[in-house]
């Protein structure tokens, strides 16, 4: 679906992204990760064409872009940085706008488009109110409608849950979850790893512009190889696994050990009871944390020697 | 993407306020001239608004010849250089382009929409402008006694009227070319302001210009030179001269402001 090839963008002196190459797949809801200023909004906008990349060749939808955008981007829904509408009109007078421009917005079916996205999103019921006087989480919401009026194959999201509370972004997963099963690809850049890990199931991780990490999040969640034990019999167990243990404290153990079941008998067969007893993974944190480097916002000062 | 555009224009409320500020103007210079019956002496003061109180069906080129100068440029660049700057200061430029309209298109139907507020604008003040002075000013038996041209010969009034279309022609190509300028600028700059003000920059210099002996040779070619001229229009025969020159000047500005334009937005990143 998206497929980029040394995709690279220089601001003058500035490198915003490095040589980047992007394989989001047909079906996929693609984590892009990265902190503040990796470059994933110039990323975005360059597949969008609003962007004019220095070098590299970016794919959409099997066809080249910026070239072949007028066919490929009535297909491709997105949010980029932030929603926006004009703000004296109302959400639905704003949607019946944007859906008037561009190809393919028949205007005998307009109506029912607005009033269905509206719904989707969860405005359904939205009054003559001018855009001016809606609130953060409602402007998020209007601004996804938006992007939802072609009935797009490929939704490019960017931050798709700010200004939302907790109930609305619940909403807005469960949406895009329904979306994905109806066969939408979702390309959703983010830099909140809680609300990637729960909706992707491809992570790629973008660090001062250049891709350190990109596979699948079951691949990247798999097991350690440890198994963690609860028990409030820990030196009994200590003493059963013996050297095993990698790590301990007053009522848990990390074990080492290839079969989690056979060190539950083990366990239980030596008297130890056994409260908890689940394989480590790897947290999507401490992967991305160990292939990134450090806040790009972070500015050190160097110390004149 | 037109329709869209002068949906929006026409939706606007500041669209409708705007042209009625104009047109408050020449309003209350034809309450002022009724009441007081002081009209400038011929030859001094805005064009042909001597000659209005003897003849009010006239007072329209008045209007015209009112707001040309000064209040209509300023909407224009403010209309104008809001098109493509505006849009990028709410944002919503990104979601236009993704849409997706084609960059060229945009600019099209930015022109367009802004000629199309120029025309409300001027129909709007020389329809006001017919009212007051059939009703206010002087009143002449115009279908016998016809209209006194600038030059003291009378006019038909079939004449007349195609003489009034040729003038407002004049006056929007005058005003064209400021919507080029703007234009132009709304795609340089990040913000509105700066591309209204821009363009009111380069009208004032030009204005100032004009009365500088010094420029001379450089007054040919100011925007501003011949933006009145449209008054040679009235003379018997008409004066060609410096209407075709206006038009031939405004239509260089024109081309290349817009050319300039396009250049810079068709190959722009888009980063606000």
């Known amino acids: 679906m998206i497929r980029t090839r040394g995709l690279t963008k220089r601001f003058g002196s500035l490198v915003a992204v490095d040589a980047l190459d992007l394989d989001v797949r047909e079906g996929d809801i693609y984590g892009f990760l990265g902190a503040n200023g990796s470059g994933k909004t110039t990323t975005v906008r360059m597949l969008l064409g609003l962007v004019l990349a220095t070098a590299g060749e970016i794919e959409v939808l099997d066809q080249p872009m910026p070239a072949a955008g007028r066919r490929v981007l009535p297909q491709v829904g997105a949010l980029v940085e932030g929603p926006a509408a004009y703000p004296h009109l109302s959400g639905r007078a704003n949607l019946a706008l944007f859906d008037a421009m561009g190809p393919a917005g028949a205007r005998a079916s307009r109506s029912r488009r607005v009033d269905d996205v509206l719904d989707q999103v969860g405005l359904g019921g939205i009054d003559k109110r001018p855009v001016r006087a809606y609130s953060l989480g409602m402007r998020q919401r209007l601004g996804l409608a938006s992007a939802l009026l072609r009935q797009p194959r490929l939704l490019v999201l960017d931050e798709p849950t700010n200004g939302l509370d907790p109930q609305g972004i619940r909403e807005i997963r469960g949406l895009l979850q329904d979306l994905h099963a109806a066969g939408t690809t979702i390309f959703l850049s983010s830099h909140l790893l809680a609300e990637v890990e729960q909706l992707c199931s491809r992570i790629g991780v973008l660090d001062r512009g250049r891709l350190v990490l990109q596979d699948q999040l079951s691949e990247l969640r798999r097991p350690t190889g440890r198994t963690y034990v609860r028990t409030p019999d820990v030196a009994r167990a200590r003493a059963l696994l013996d050297g095993s243990v990698e790590h301990h404290d007053d009522d848990s153990l990390l074990v080492r050990v290839d079969d989690a079941a056979a060190l539950n008998a083990l366990l239980v067969g030596g008297g130890v009871r056994v409260e908890v007893l689940a394989p480590e993974r790897h947290t999507l944190e401490d992967v991305v944390l160990e292939a990134a480097q450090a806040s790009a916002d972070r500015i050190e000062r160097v110390l004149p020697s | ?272």
């Open chain 2, 1 to 272: 993407m037109i329709a869209v555009e002068l949906r929006k224009m026409v939706l606007s409320r500041r669209t409708w306020v705007t042209v009625l500020l104009i047109d408050a103007l020449p309003t209350l210079v034809a309450v002022l001239l009724a009441l007081t019956d002081l009209g400038p002496r011929p030859g001094t003061g805005p064009a042909f608004l001597s000659a209005v109180l003897t003849d009010g069906t006239l007072y329209p080129l008045a209007a015209i010849a009112i707001v040309v100068p000064l209040l209509l440029p300023i909407a224009v660049a403010v209309v104008a250089g809001e098109a493509i700057a505006g849009e990028a200061q709410a944002g919503t430029l990104r979601y236009l382009l993704i849409r997706p309209v084609g960059r060229t298109r945009l600019l099209v139907a930015k022109l367009v929409s802004v000629m199309a507020f120029v025309l409300l604008t001027v129909l709007v003040v020389a329809a006001t402008a017919y009212l007051l002075g059939t009703l206010l000013l002087g009143r002449q038996d115009v279908v016998t006694a016809g209209t006194a041209s600038i030059s003291g010969t009378t006019l038909s009034t079939q004449e007349l009227l195609v003489r009034t279309g040729l003038a407002l022609v004049y006056a929007m190509l005058s005003m064209l070319g400021v919507a080029a300028i703007a234009l132009f600028l709304s795609t340089v700059v990040d913000s509105p302001l700066a591309a209204a003000l821009g363009t009111l920059a380069v009208l004032v210099a030009s204005s100032l210009l004009l009365t500088l002996d010094a420029a001379h040779a450089l007054q040919p070619w100011l925007p501003t030179r011949y933006w009145l001229s449209f008054v040679d229009l009235f003379r018997d025969p008409i004066l060609w001269r410096d209407v075709l020159r206006g038009t031939g000047l405004q239509l260089v500005y024109v081309a290349v402001f817009l050319a300039a334009g396009w250049a810079n937005f068709t190959t722009k990143d888009i980063t606000d």
